[in-house]
Structures are given as structure tokens and as C-alpha cells.
């Protein structure tokens, strides 16, 4: 009987040490997730990304990178890694080893190399572009590493003559024209055709001053006048290029609601702004002390299936927004463990993993989705390549894991929508808090109930008006006939 008593005790300390060893589901996140609600609520959500591992120069074998600046991921899975520190390009395969090391080019005979570079870009054919900043040029090279050419002192009537040429990020879209990031250029990113001469600028930033200001200029004397400093546009911070063709590109600049912006060729800003709040990062933040200041969009990368993700240096997070400009979820911060960041710099998509440059650690942070972040991943492309129907399946799935998502009512909603099902859409649109869609979805069932009705509407309504007519009609009759009886007519 003791023995079957100690067997019994054995197994439940047994049992209590296996519950006791497993982690809680919140503990393989060194982060909070979140997202705003409808009232500009930071709301938790599950985690979208889970950080796997870290890669580092001495892992790689080729010693440790040296401040890196960025990070291109190429159509054939190769991974290109800027370490600026080093002046060097290490290029890795799609199975991360490394693949090549580019720390020199023949340039006529003469053996050159790059000088504190802080941009590239893998274009369509395999050709690299880096910004190589200090040198004050775009380099190109082969993907073997030989040089293409150079592109540097560009010439042209709206630059000044004391025009120093800084570049400092590059993309390139599928006919060759080349964006150009540089430094103290506050007119937009630079432009330049196949043949690298310079186009102009796209995308201006316009800035305003602030009623403060107007109030203080307004009050100044001329003398002050003279002495304020001028409003001059913000500087572009970053690059990146969808398969379309169209250049996105983020701002640092803490008054404007405006800071990524979506460029078409005329260099018109065309991105959607149809979320509950500004495409900006954090909508709350703390004035003063730590973590506090709007978020700097440092670097920006286009996902595919209209979704973006846009990188904070200020507060180390990544903000993952659809193409209505919805934010999906936000997640990150400073720290040591693996999965935040000391001074990230860069983001790029490795398959569905995302890999997050950092400079100050000196590694490349790769973190895999989760099964949250799967489905509302694969339920944005859904509805945004038009397959309404699995989009709505995938909408559900997901509100199984969170029902206070409000992205995900929004999502059915609209894919509802789109099937023309507009009583349930108005349903999801009133738990999405969407005024809009909902008035949208209204109308559209108020114009179907009277469409569907008309008929019935009309033969009701006509049989009225006859009806009417005919009791008019014998009323009168009858009226008429009483008064030839009264004057003795009959």
C-alpha cells in the first residue's frame, strides 16, 4: 500500500516539474505585439513573428562585421549584406552560406574599392548598386563582381555648382531608371535614366509651418524675419520598389502624418490611407524620458500581396501595414536577447521570414511567423489578389486566435463586400468600428432592398392610386345622382 503511494506521489512531482518546465506561450517573445484599435488604443495581439536565430559575421566565417548599413535579399534567394565598417559586400546563398566577398573591382586597370558605403540594391538582372557614400558614387557591379560603371558628378541646370553628390540608398525599377537617396538633397530622391544621366527629382516632401510659428513670424520684425530659419522639406531616409514599378520611400520628419510615402512614375505619392489612423508607426508615444518622440521610419520593405513593413529606429519596431493602410501589427524594442535590437537599420523578407539588419550588434536577427502571423499574412493576399471566399475562410481562422482583432472583421467585411453580400458586411463592418464601410455597405443593401422590391413596390402603389381613383370616381357619381334626386330629376 506505501509502495503504491510513493508510485502515486512520484508521478503527480513528475508531472508538476513536466507543467513547471514548459514556458508560458508569451515567454518566446522578448516583445509585445499590438496594433491600434478604432479609439487609438495600443491593443496586444499574439505574436506575429517569433525570433529563430542570429547570424554574425565570425558564424558565417568571415569575420565580424564592422557596422553594417543594409541588406538586399535578391530574386534567386542570394542575401547581400552591406558591412559598411569593413567596406565589403558579403554575398550568401539561399542556404546561407557564404557565396562571394566583394571588398575590391578592377576599374581600369586600377584596383578600387568602396569607402563607408551606406546603401544597395540587387536589380532584375542581377547587377548590384551600392551607394558608395564617401566616394560620392553609385557603383555597379556584374554579379561576379566586375564593374558596369559608375555613376557620380551628375550634371544638370537645377543643381547648384557647389553640388556635392552623396548617396546614401539605391533601388532601381524594371526599365533601369535608378532612385537615388542622397544627402542634404531636400527637393526629393534623385532620378536617373539607363544611360545614368540625371533625370530630376520625384516625390517632393512639401512642408508647413505650424500655427506657433506663423503666430511668432507674424509678430517678428524684419530684422528677425531675416534671422528665422527657413522651412525646408525633410530628407528621404529610405528606398524600396514593388514589382509595379512604384517607389516606396520613408521621410524622418516628426510633423507630418505623411512619412512613407508610395511614388508612381510622375511622382505622385499614391499610397492608401484608409486605416483608422496616419501610416506613421506609433500613433502614442511619451513626449519626454525614454522611447519617447514620434517614430523614425528609418527603412522600408514592400512584402508582396500589397503589404509593406516599415522599421523604427527610434524605438527598434517593425509596423506591418496592408495596402488600405491598415497597420496589421507592430512588435519589437531594445534589448539584448535575441529578437530586439540595439540600432536596427535594415528590414528584408527571407521566403515568409523577416531579417532585421542590426548595426549595433552587429548580426542579422531572422524570426519566423507564427500561426497568427501566417493567416493574417496569407488572408491579406487572399483578399488582395481577389479570392474573397478563402479570404473570409482565413479571416475566421484568425479571429479564433484573437476576437478582439479588429483588422480581421474589417477584412471579412470587405471581402463580403466585394460578393455583394451586404447585410453581413454592414454586421462585420459594425464590430470592425468602421463608419465608413458600414455607410458604404448600407447604401449598397438599401439600393439592393429597393432594387429586389420594385415591382411589388410599384403594383402595390398602383393598385392604390386605382383604387383611389375608382372611389373618387363613384363618389362623385354618387354625389351627383343625390342632388338631380333632391331637384326632382327622378
Request: charged share 25%.
Amino acid at each position: 500500500m506505501q509502495s503504491k503511494r510513493m508510485l502515486l506521489l512520484a508521478a503527480i512531482l513528475s508531472l508538476l516539474m513536466t507543467v513547471a518546465a514548459v514556458p508560458p506561450a508569451s515567454a518566446a517573445a522578448p516583445y509585445e505585439a499590438y496594433n491600434y484599435d478604432f479609439y487609438g488604443d495600443a491593443v496586444p495581439l499574439p505574436a506575429p513573428y517569433l525570433p529563430e536565430y542570429a547570424i554574425t559575421g565570425k558564424s558565417l566565417g568571415v569575420g565580424d562585421f564592422n557596422q553594417p548599413s543594409d541588406m538586399y535579399v535578391a530574386k534567386d534567394g542570394a542575401i547581400y549584406v552591406l558591412d559598411s565598417g569593413n567596406a565589403r559586400v558579403v554575398v550568401l546563398d539561399n542556404t546561407l552560406n557564404v557565396k562571394q566577398v566583394i571588398k575590391s573591382f578592377d576599374n581600369n586597370g586600377k584596383e578600387d574599392g568602396f569607402a563607408a558605403p551606406e546603401g544597395l540594391f540587387v536589380s532584375e538582372k542581377n547587377e548590384l548598386y551600392v551607394a558608395d557614400t564617401e566616394h560620392n558614387r553609385i557603383v555597379v557591379l556584374s554579379n561576379d563582381g566586375k564593374l558596369i560603371k559608375l555613376i557620380e558628378n551628375p550634371q544638370s541646370d537645377i543643381l547648384p555648382k557647389s553640388f556635392k553628390f552623396v548617396p546614401l540608398k539605391v533601388t532601381v525599377d524594371n526599365a533601369d531608371r535608378i532612385f537615388v537617396v542622397a544627402r542634404g538633397v531636400f527637393e526629393g530622391i534623385m532620378q536617373f535614366d539607363t544611360d545614368s544621366a540625371f533625370m530630376g527629382y520625384v516625390g517632393t516632401i512639401s512642408v508647413s509651418p505650424s500655427i506657433m510659428d506663423r503666430l511668432w513670424r507674424s509678430l517678428s520684425t524684419k530684422a528677425q524675419k531675416q534671422q528665422m530659419e527657413l522651412f525646408i522639406p525633410t530628407e528621404f531616409a529610405s528606398v524600396d520598389i514593388d514589382s509595379k514599378g512604384f517607389v516606396y520611400a520613408t521621410a524622418v520628419d516628426i510633423n507630418s502624418n505623411e512619412t512613407i510615402k508610395r511614388l508612381n512614375p510622375s511622382g505622385q505619392d499614391v499610397l492608401k490611407r484608409f486605416g483608422y489612423w496616419p501610416v506613421k508607426g506609433d500613433i502614442r508615444f511619451r513626449m519626454f524620458g525614454n522611447n519617447s518622440g514620434p517614430s523614425k521610419l528609418t527603412d522600408i520593405k514592400v512584402l508582396g500581396g500589397g503589404m509593406y513593413v516599415a522599421l523604427d529606429s527610434n524605438r527598434a519596431r517593425l509596423f506591418t501595414y496592408n495596402d488600405e493602410g491598415d497597420l496589421l501589427h507592430a512588435f519589437g524594442g531594445r534589448g539584448n536577447q535575441l529578437g530586439v535590437f540595439n540600432n536596427p537599420v535594415a528590414v528584408e523578407q527571407i521566403g515568409d521570414k523577416l531579417a532585421v539588419l542590426d548595426k549595433g550588434k552587429n548580426n542579422i536577427a531572422v524570426f519566423r511567423p507564427t500561426a497568427f502571423g501566417s493567416l493574417v499574412r496569407e488572408a491579406t493576399i487572399q483578399h488582395y489578389s481577389g479570392n474573397d471566399q478563402e479570404a473570409v475562410k482565413l479571416w475566421s481562422q484568425v479571429l479564433r486566435l484573437n476576437t478582439n482583432y479588429e483588422i480581421a472583421y474589417l477584412g471579412i467585411g470587405k471581402s463580403l463586400l466585394m460578393e455583394k453580400k451586404n447585410e453581413e458586411a454592414m454586421e462585420y463592418f459594425k464590430l470592425g468600428m468602421s463608419r465608413k464601410n458600414y455607410s458604404v455597405a448600407y447604401k449598397r443593401y438599401r439600393r439592393e432592398v429597393m432594387k429586389d422590391n420594385f415591382g411589388t413596390f410599384m403594383t402595390v402603389l398602383i393598385s392604390l392610386i386605382a383604387a383611389f381613383v375608382v372611389y373618387r370616381f363613384a363618389r362623385h357619381a354618387l354625389r351627383r345622382r343625390s342632388v338631380k334626386r333632391e331637384a326632382g330629376f327622378y
